[in-house]
């Protein structure tokens, strides 16, 4: 990578990257699919099930994530008004496997009221974006990178959703020393001019390339993808 060549630049030529690998997309549960297809998000087929593992799987696997959207499926509660009605104990139960399960069954209970309130989904989906945004930000346990991830695959709105490894990755492929998430954002969604295919397969691709090499501590710059060029390994900084 040149440094000189800028954000735009860089994100593209990830993308010819990630085009190109797709096997290592699925292998970390992300599914490159028509535009607008649930799929993309774990192989998952409704917009509720996006929202609700989006809600589960933070601070989580996303095996954990999936397990108990698994067996909340079992136990017939992917449903919008049969959620709105359960209790915290009912979805805690049921999703158990996951770390702060109360507090997130409280989530996801609050946000099927909410959602069934205004009249469904697909009312959520025809909202302009910033008052999307705006809604599901005022749902308790609901942060940025939660609400861009639902805004992005459960309601095909063109956003970037800026997570902390995406931004890791960026940051060491690129050399972006952005610490303004929505700036970042903001720039990759002018740089791909909204298109939901590429913003969709480069938050897989980012994301997938955090989880299996590019960690914290110790990245796996060897055996990883963007190897060749990415910065941060060609400055000497990474260790193999
Ligand atoms: S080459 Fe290393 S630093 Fe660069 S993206 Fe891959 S794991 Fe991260």
Excluded at 74 to 103: K, N, P
Aim: glycine share 8%.
């Amino acid at each position: 990578m040149d440094p000189g060549k800028g954000l735009e630049w860089c994100v593209k030529n990830l993308l010819e990257v990630f085009e190109r690998s797709s096997r290592v997309l699925e292998e970390s549960q992300w599914f490159p699919s028509d535009p607008e297809s649930t799929r993309w998000w774990g192989g998952v087929e409704t917009p509720l099930e996006i929202i609700v593992t989006a809600i589960l799987v933070k601070l989580s696997r996303w095996k954990t994530a999936l397990t108990a959207l698994e067996n909340m499926r079992r136990r017939g509660l992917l449903d919008l008004s049969r959620l709105s009605r359960s209790s915290i104990d009912e979805i805690a139960e049921a999703i158990r496997g996951v770390g702060f399960a109360r507090s997130k069954a409280w989530t996801i209970i609050a946000i099927s009221r909410y959602i069934e309130s205004i009249g469904g989904v697909e009312a959520l989906k025809d909202m302009d974006t910033a008052i999307a945004r705006r809604e599901l930000l005022r749902i308790d346990g609901i942060g940025r990178e939660t609400a861009d991830s639902i805004l992005l695959f459960a309601l095909n709105k063109p956003v970037f959703p800026v997570t902390r490894l995406s931004l890791r990755v960026l940051k060491r492929y690129c050399g972006e020393n952005a610490d303004d998430y929505r700036n970042v954002g903001e720039r990759v969604e002018d740089a791909l001019e909204r298109d939901l295919y590429k913003l969709k397969l480069l938050h897989a691709g980012l994301t997938s390339i955090a989880s299996r090499y590019c960690r914290n501590n110790k990245p796996l710059c060897g055996s990883c993808l963007l190897g060749d060029g990415c910065l941060y390994r060609s400055s000497g900084q990474a260790g193999q």
